[in-house]
């Protein structure tokens, strides 16, 4: 199943190239102050599965009619994983990996949706695309093993984590606003691909820049999942961005950027500069 978050918050799930509102299922909209109607979905995905409406032309609209939005837009947190495949620790002559480093957090203020814009923040900043498999917890979880892990993800998306270069902490150079293109759906783990088996590839303005499968990553998302929730408790919508291969590079204005993974989808975003001026803090030249 392909769930959907669209036009400003409604919810839904594609049957073909259509969206089927589950705005009913969910109890509405317009619930001021509260989670999501995608959170909400996912918090009883187990047994809302089962009352999904059958498509029609009463309860659906065209795909290509809606505005889609990051699948979950309001993770209570982006969990991300460094240095996770050892070709990209070679590129970025790392000595240490995730190993050594274990997580850090990106704002969920930094999550656009397929089709939105990155806006590079510098004029003197290297930023660069870090295309990545990303996984979305489906229920509460604290404390889980390695072997249970994978129960507690509900589905997969594809994720951008954008990146600029520079000495400040990861969490503050991957979290500027529309630094985490997140999307285009929620693929459901019953009908995407094992989290260790998704061909990724990413292109920037159709040239070709990463290419790897997830069964390189350091740490599996089970590992991960696992670990994290010994640190902190997951929520219902969180997200963990599970790393990236190598081929990072860097990001100008103009530029068109794709990040495909098999069984899920592609997820594209372009990048202006805004005109920004320099930075105020950081090693500008690394």
């Known amino acids: ?31 001021p102050g509260t989670i999501s109607a995608m959170r909400r979905l996912l918090t009883d995905w187990g047994a809302l599965r089962e009352q999904l409406p059958t498509a029609t032309a009463a309860n659906s609209v065209a795909l290509s009619s809606v505005r889609l939005g990051p699948p979950v837009p ?21 000595s240490v990996d995730i190993s050594d480093l274990a997580v850090f957090l990106k704002a969920p203020s930094s999550l656009i949706a397929h089709g939105g814009t990155v806006r590079l923040p510098y004029a003197d900043r290297r930023v660069d695309q870090e295309g990545e498999l990303a996984a979305v917890i489906g229920r509460r979880t604290r404390n889980v093993a390695v072997a249970d892990a994978l129960d507690h993800v509900v589905g997969y998306t594809g994720l951008l984590d954008i990146t600029m270069r520079g000495g400040e902490d990861r969490s503050t150079r991957k979290s500027f606003d529309t630094f985490t293109p ?11 691909a094992a989290p260790d088996d998704i061909d990724l590839d990413c292109t920037v303005r159709g040239e070709h820049r990463q290419s790897s499968n997830t069964k390189n990553l350091i740490w599996g998302v089970a590992e991960l999942v696992a670990y994290i929730s010994t640190v902190m408790t997951l929520e219902v919508g969180d997200v963990i961005a599970t790393g ?28 202006t500069s805004d005109k920004p001026g320099p930075s105020p803090t950081g090693t500008r030249n690394r």
Request: proline share 5%; charged share 25%; hydrophobic share 35%.
């Open 1 to 31: 199943m392909r769930l959907v978050t669209f036009d400003d918050g409604r919810v839904g799930y594609l049957a073909e190239d259509r969206v089927v509102d589950l705005g009913d299922l969910v109890g509405g909209y317009g619930h």
């Open 74 to 94: 309001d993770p209570t947190k982006i969990v991300a994983a460094p240095v996770n495949y050892r070709d990209h620790k070679s590129e970025m002559k790392m």
């Open 182 to 192: 997140l999307g285009p759906w929620l693929v459901t783990s019953d009908e995407a």
């Open 244 to 271: 990236t291969p190598s081929g990072v590079g860097p990001l100008a204005d103009g530029d068109e950027v794709s990040v495909t993974l098999s069984s899920i989808g592609t997820l594209s975003v372009t990048v």
